[in-house]
């Protein structure tokens, strides 16, 4: 976040059941009251960590990292709406990096729970691990989870700081609460006589708050379940926003990287031609490459490619084929997890009709629109970062390891992120920006990657394989049964984070196949883990990005096998567990038209995938034009229980389509000599505006339990396309992308 205003300190800190709090956990470290991270200067005070009130109003925190899915937005509405203040008056800015802004719903996605039959038992499982999330300070963006975790917490925040304005107002008036309304930034009293929130903001930060606030039904909600405008689409539209690679500051030097492509160490370097070149300033030696710092990025990056480096090779398999034989290899090893499996997937079923298939993903890129960067200055006592990071305290405190010092010497301001998916919850862009600064004390330095050092030194979507064996009888499936083998994305994730990877069960492994809704009696999902060292991490829907893929195809295919229409056989199967999920295969189903039968060059695929706890179903059309595919048509229809803000909803929706689209299309990195050959846009593509499909949305509010809209629509995106190009050409897909098997209109 930019600075705040430098005004003298004022703290006040929230009780537990009202922001900063937990649940009861039987230790102190648990219960404790969070300190508020705020601190105003001057006539401004905090109530809370969420809230600042000065002369020119409202700034409202909004903790978790705006990367486009405009969560700034939703989050300012869930305080807004308690605390009756204009939304078109509030500034809105991300929050420092702190404890108080610990993210309590993320722990829970690693319990292995069906989302779709949580029981109140298992919800409150979850919500308990959540007080894990507030010991580790777990300020997050990821998982789909940030409104889910805001909802309660931040309309407390908006709710506590209300009745404390109008206990502040009751007291100068001389009133009883019970005679006082709030509205429009006013505390109103029933003569009309009206105090605002500036004139009370000073009394109020020296009244305990009340514990006992209640929350408003959603029949008074104003702002809540609208279309709000998007609090940060003016800056982005003027320029005026400053993402990470905006930063500027006085004296600013520029550094680019140049680190080994085999992911691997260096032997030797000469940096002699480079020292040479007008203008830069300094080489720096990063053990697995180099930094140059110079008197700007371009040319640091003329310069980093003139070094030249001899290389240490990779330690995993150096080329695709056998990275992926590396893959299939754990078929043949343990199971690490059977999350589901129920009834006996042996058994000899009577006149049924067995199929068996075979899957293939590849590794992927996130490929964000912005390249890695960070800003740093380091002192020999501190350390300022300005980083687009979905995990400002992670970032604080691996940056403060890597430079030598303690994390409350380290501040992080988070700016605007040009996309993240799940790379910028990672620290190592900006552990290398501290790292660079610290060659050079006193003098701020932006770390900027190329688009080529971006794309090879990402943290990839792991490559993936499944098979799966099925019965269908008399029209129905009655076995599945599916083994998925993957590299481990937790594993890898918490070996980096912590140093150790968690033991048991991997359900992340496996999300997306054990866990859906599906009422097949004989049901059986194994995760085999992979030992590859290919460096991966969290991509948009994780191992729901995969194993969406494998297990919607497989139910297509057992569909066909059973002669049944593949959306009504869902719907049959998926009726029997959770009504929620077979009344959107109904919506998606009249959105569409859907007929089961489609014209000459014309597919129509479908596609369900149940993640984040939101049901997605996808209809997608293809068409057939002088022999090419084009993506003509896609309705999706999502259930996310609790309809926060419609508008961000659908364009989410619309986002994780395209970006699981593309993947399907042509997402792919490969290897040879150990080194990715993707570079760039070029060999990394995605859809374009002229050849992604016409989308419509529809959102539902049937489900028990809010979920997430930032992932769910991205896994049944890949099968839905696969299973319309089935439609229309008859050849079944089971590998992507699928522009190796297929001639698309491009």
Not at 221 to 226: A, D, E, H, R
Request: net charge negative; proline share 5%.
């Amino acid at each position: 976040m930019g600075r705040l205003r430098k005004i003298a300190r004022r703290t006040f800190l929230i009780g537990t059941a009202a922001v900063a709090g937990g649940v009861a956990f039987g230790v102190w470290q648990a219960r404790r009251t969070l300190p508020n991270p705020l601190q105003p200067e001057g006539d401004a005070v905090t109530l809370n960590p969420y809230i600042i009130i000065d002369q020119s109003g409202t700034t409202i925190i909004a903790p978790r990292a705006e990367m486009g899915q405009g969560i700034m937005t939703t989050l300012a509405a869930l305080v807004a709406e308690e605390l009756d203040v204009n939304f078109d008056s509030i500034n809105v800015i991300h929050g420092p990096a702190a404890q108080a802004y610990y993210n309590g719903t993320i722990m829970g996605l690693s319990l292995p729970f069906k989302d779709y039959a949580v029981t109140d038992f298992q919800d409150n499982v979850r919500n308990t691990l959540g007080v894990v999330g507030k010991m580790m300070g777990l300020q997050v963006t990821g998982g789909s989870t940030s409104t889910v975790d805001a909802y309660e917490k931040m309309r407390m925040a908006g709710a506590t700081a209300r009745e404390t304005l109008k206990l502040a107002a009751a007291d100068r008036l001389g009133v009883a609460m019970d005679q006082l309304r709030t509205e429009g930034e006013q505390v109103i009293g029933a003569d009309g006589t009206t105090i605002s929130y500036t004139d009370l903001a000073a009394a109020a930060v020296t009244i305990e708050p009340p514990q006992d606030v209640t929350l408003r039904p959603a029949s008074e909600w104003k702002l809540l379940g609208q279309s709000l405008p998007r609090v940060d689409m003016v800056g982005k539209a003027t320029g005026t926003a400053e993402f990470g690679a905006d930063v500027r500051l006085p004296g600013m030097k520029f550094a680019t990287l140049r680190m080994n492509p085999k992911r691997a160490g260096m032997i030797s370097y000469d940096a002699s031609a480079a020292e040479n070149m007008t203008g830069v300033e300094q080489i720096v030696d990063l053990g697995d490459g180099i930094a140059v710092i110079a008197s700007n990025t371009w040319l640091a990056m003329q310069a980093a490619e003139a070094v030249e480096i001899e290389w240490e090779n990779a330690s995993y398999p150096p080329t695709t084929k056998a990275l992926r034989k590396s893959v299939d290899q754990a078929f043949d090893t343990s199971a690490n997890s059977t999350m589901r499996n129920d009834g006996d997937v042996d058994i000899a079923i009577e006149g049924g009709t067995e199929i068996t298939a075979e899957y293939h993903v590849p590794w992927l890129a996130h490929s964000t629109m912005e390249p890695m960067n960070s800003t740093a200055l380091y002192t020999n006592d501190s350390l300022e970062i300005w980083s687009g990071t979905q995990a400002p305290t992670l970032a604080r405190d691996k940056c403060a390891a890597a430079v030598g010092l303690d994390s409350d010497q380290v501040t992080v301001h988070t700016t605007y992120l040009g996309g993240g998916f799940g790379r910028r919850a990672e620290f190592d862009f900006s552990v290398l920006a501290a790292r660079v600064a610290q060659a050079m004390p006193g003098v701020p330095i932006k770390t900027t990657w190329s688009r080529e050092e971006d794309m090879r030194h990402d943290f990839y979507r792991p490559a993936a394989s499944a098979r799966f064996r099925g019965v269908v009888q008399n029209g129905e499936a009655v076995v599945l049964d599916g083994k998925i083998a993957a590299p481990s994305v937790t594993q890898a994730a918490m070996q980096r984070v912590a140093g150790f990877a968690p033991p048991g069960p991997d359900k992340g492994h496996v999300e997306g196949a054990f866990d859906q809704p599906y009422g097949i009696p004989n049901f059986r999902i194994a995760g085999h883990l992979a030992d590859v060292d290919v460096p991966i991490g969290f991509w948009r829907s994780v191992g729901n990005s995969f194993n969406g893929f494998f297990f919607d195809s497989f139910i297509d295919e057992l569909a066909h096998a059973a002669g049944r229409d593949p959306l009504e056989f869902r719907h049959d199967l998926i009726a029997r567990e959770h009504a929620p999920s077979a009344a959107l295969l109904d919506e998606v189903a009249e959105m569409s038209g859907w007929t089961g039968a489609t014209p000459d060059g014309v597919g129509r695929g479908v596609g369900f995938t149940y993640s984040f706890g939101t049901p997605v179903a996808q209809v997608i059309e293809v068409v057939d034009e002088n022999g090419l595919i084009r993506i003509q048509k896609a309705w999706i229809a999502c259930d996310v229980g609790t309809a926060l803000d419609r508008s961000i909803i659908e364009a989410q929706m619309i986002s994780g389509l395209i970006y699981g689209l593309s993947a399907a299309v042509m997402g792919e990195i490969t290897f040879a000599d150990g080194e990715a050959q993707q570079y760039n846009y070029p060999d990394y593509d995605a859809l374009r505006i002229h050849t992604a499909p016409q989308v419509d949305v529809r959102i539902l509010e049937n489900n028990a339990h809010m979920g997430g809209v930032g992932e769910p629509a991205t896994p049944p995106s890949m099968p839905a396309l696969a299973n319309a190009i089935f439609d229309l050409t008859g050849v079944r897909a089971r590998e992507l992308p699928l522009n190796k098997q297929f001639d698309f209109l491009l």
